[in-house]
């Protein structure tokens, strides 16, 4: 069974950059596409980006576009989401999950249980 772990949070100031990590682990990783998603304080959790298997295609929210970069190294089992230019609402732990498909824009969230994920505070 695919288990994912995020890491890389922290806190940042505005226009700051961080790298958030999403290891897998149970499965190869390459078989799946991965979605990051994100939920603030007393919001609903949204889709940030997504990646196919093979890295192929991405895709990603208008409010994080041209800012981040979903990337991933299989060999690694790695996916990566590379924040850059990061902003006060950007505030949010952050998940990764698999999901079915990329494929021109993020799908929503999915149903089922969510790991711990990793916390990203932007402030100054």
């Known amino acids: 069974q695919l288990q994912l772990v995020e890491s890389g949070g922290g806190l940042v100031q505005p226009g700051g950059s961080l790298r958030l990590s999403c290891l897998a682990s149970g499965f190869a990783s390459d078989y799946y596409a991965i979605g990051w998603y994100r939920q603030a304080p007393g919001k609903e959790r949204d889709g940030v980006s997504c990646?196919?298997?093979?890295?192929?295609?991405?895709a990603y929210a208008d409010s994080v576009k041209d800012r981040f970069t979903i990337s991933r190294d299989n060999a690694k089992n790695t996916i990566y989401l590379q924040m850059n230019s990061l902003k006060p609402e950007d505030t949010a732990v952050y998940y990764c999950r698999p999901v079915v498909y990329c494929s021109g824009s993020v799908p929503p969230p999915p149903t089922g249980s969510w790991g711990q994920g990793t916390r990203v505070t932007v402030a100054s």
């Open positions: 990646i196919s298997p093979s890295g192929s295609s991405t």
